[in-house]
């Protein structure tokens, strides 16, 4: 009986901590930013690039999945399910994100090293989720939803970006 007590004290907590209910809720207001932005730029869908649009669709459905990840239970196998499609998400976004070059034609930018880094970490997250070493998983995670979701989504936004010109039109 002793022995449980000490092993579940030992183990991390799954339930969300401050940071997490924090980054949910930033998650939730990126892609109502974004669906915003998209809403308003209507006008513009015609000539927007095929490229832009899955980026646009794989980004928001990593945003939407965000805050369900963080919020509910962990463990289980809808939150391993729904993980996978977040990684999923997260993957083809960066790879797609590597073609995405109009507003520095022919060339990456800044903000391009976020995704060769979310191409790396994302089969790091999954290895950590699948070797059950939670501090690991977590510490990805939060890191990748700093950088990779909020960080870069929110810089899609100034400096004359389309996003930002959608909303701010």
Known sequence: MATASVQAAALPSTAPDRLEKALGGLALVMLGF??????????????IPAVIWL???T?????????VLLWRPRGTPGHR???????????????DSLFVTT?????????????FLTIVLV??????ARR????????????????????????????????????LS
């Not at 980004?59 to 805050?67: D, E, F, G, K, V």
């Open 123 to 128: 089969p790091l997250l999954v290895i950590g």
């Open 132 to 167: 059950h070493n939670v501090a690991r998983h977590r510490r990805t995670v939060r890191g990748m939803i700093i950088g990779a979701l909020l960080i870069a989504g929110f810089f899609t936004f100034p400096f004359d970006r389309l996003l930002g010109h959608w909303l």
């Open 55 to 57: 980026h646009l669709a």
């Open 81 to 95: 399910q729904l993980g996978y499609v977040w990684s999923a998400a997260m993957l083809l976004t960066a790879i």
């Open 34 to 47: 974004i669906i915003a932005a998209v809403i308003k730029g209507l006008h513009d869908w015609p000539a």
């Open 103 to 115: 507003s520095n034609p022919g060339h990456f930018s800044p903000i391009h090293a976020l995704s």
């Open 59 to 67: 980004i928001m459905t990593a945003l939407a999945l965000t805050p």
